[in-house]
DNA sequence: CGTCCCCTTGATGAGGGTCAATGGGCGTGG
DNA sequence: CCACGCCCATTGACCCTCATCAAGGGGACG
């Protein structure tokens, strides 16, 4: 299932009264620094699906936070070739590549209807002098992100098609949890050539692995929907023994 | 060339006095604030070649500053799979990927003798907190880690043998010319594992490229020598047709 | 001078890319 | 409500790049 669709009203909750507290940048802060961190957000109407949040040599003015939905970042060179580079669900936070050029080194896409906190970046650092556990945590989440992209750097750098695509669905299994939605069965809001694309694979590898791995009993997927059949297994398969470890998670 | 050896007398150098500090850390401070950050930089003795700066697990409480030689980082999986994630020269800083878990996911070995300025980060944050500017340069150095991994990624995930070696040999060039040495003539610390470790490909395939480079008059390498014959073409071939775009670069 | 390690080069094969055809949802318009 | 068309996904056949296996060269250092 899709994540839920989100009633307007619940769209400008404040932070302090959203649910995704735990998991985004307010993380770790007292209420009252919360309502400060609260003041300068700007919460607009949702994205539509493959609508630009922002797009590749943009003007860098602030970050984004999903509130609800998720969108796809992709970088591309001189060539054109293009990388996807994240995908992002409730909580998570992009643009944070953005800050040292002063413009957003890639573009960002929803891959559905979805909802988002812009934080403009200037007061947020203003913000940070004065509150150690936001500047903290902004550093945490950047952290994070160099982290992610290099569990990343592993998978397409030593790992072969069918690992990868187990690494990812495991991922995306561990971040569903996290959310509180089932890690056995949910929706992917990409397509199979997105992923592809994220996994360094082309789509029909994608659809071959699956196939495969349904094949050996391990994922029932059907179109967007998967279903995680033996999580022991896949993790296995995905060098992951235990709990998540790597790409994008959460907190 | 290696760069050159530095005397026991300039590793001490005060960071004003430190003719790197326009490619560090202290980069856009005002030379009273770069005194306070001088304060709690650690200076110990260099480190020989092969040995661990930090270990894959340790506690993190400090960033580490190159300020003479080189380093290679890696990260492991649960596999024992190992992927190089960075090469750092003179001026670039490691470490910002621990602040996240408090503790280094990846680790460290020097790939010749090198020395380094040890930044404690609880004390880096304090002051960061007093100083916006030395704020913000961290925010950006970490912005630049995100999009240096990023710029990798895209090497991994589209591009050819050919493709990456071009790249990665632009990329040393450049680097090495902001840090004053020729960009056409410069010694590579790595070994050709390494380099094929860090582009996802194998020691015979970086051996193999170098050597069709060389027949098609683009380099002329030289062991760990590396002469660039035809930089214009080997920018083309990178799919960077002006200056340098992406991968570790500096400022 | 011998040994070790790193690098180079060659031969072979597999994993996954490319090309092509088919199937199946879903949105749109009649 | 149904039909059409489009897009996404699946599957098969073939091929290419690069990994693997193997052998040999050449510095560096004792």
Redesign the pocket.
């Known amino acids: 299932m899709t994540p839920p669709t989100v009633k307007l009203s619940t769209l400008k909750t404040a932070c302090k009264n959203c649910k995704l507290h735990q998991l985004c940048l307010p993380l770790g802060l007292e209420n009252n620094d919360m309502e400060e961190l609260d003041k300068i957000i700007k919460r607009a109407k949702p994205y539509q699906k493959g609508e630009y949040l922002f797009q590749h040599g943009d003007n860098f003015d602030a970050l984004y936070a999903v509130r609800s939905g998720s969108v796809k970042t992709y970088s591309q060179d001189d060539n054109g070739d293009e990388q996807i580079t994240g995908f992002y669900l409730a909580g998570e936070i992009m643009g944070l590549d953005a800050v040292h050029q002063g413009s957003h080194p890639c573009s960002a896409i929803a891959l559905e209807t979805t909802s988002i906190c812009k934080i403009p970046f200037d007061h947020l650092e203003n913000l940070s002098t004065q509150l150690p556990s936001l500047q903290h945590q902004l550093l945490r989440i950047m952290s994070k992100e160099i982290t992610e992209d290099q569990a990343l750097l592993i998978l397409l750098g030593q790992?072969?098609?069918?690992?990868?695509v187990a690494a990812y669905l495991v991922n995306m299994s561990d971040r569903m949890e996290k959310r509180g939605f089932s890690p056995l069965e949910f929706n992917?809001s990409?397509?199979?050539?997105?992923?592809?694309n994220y996994?360094?694979?082309?789509?029909?590898?994608?659809?071959?692995?699956?196939?495969?791995l349904?094949q050996i009993g391990l994922i029932n997927?059907?179109?967007?929907h998967i279903e995680i059949v033996d999580s022991v297994e896949l993790r296995r398969l995905a060098g992951l023994p235990k709990i998540a470890c790597g790409m994008r998670s959460t907190a």
């Open positions: 790992k072969s098609a069918e690992e990868r992917l990409m397509s199979r050539k997105d992923i592809g996994l360094g694979l082309t789509i029909e590898t994608i659809s071959r692995t699956f196939s495969h349904q997927p059907q179109r967007k």
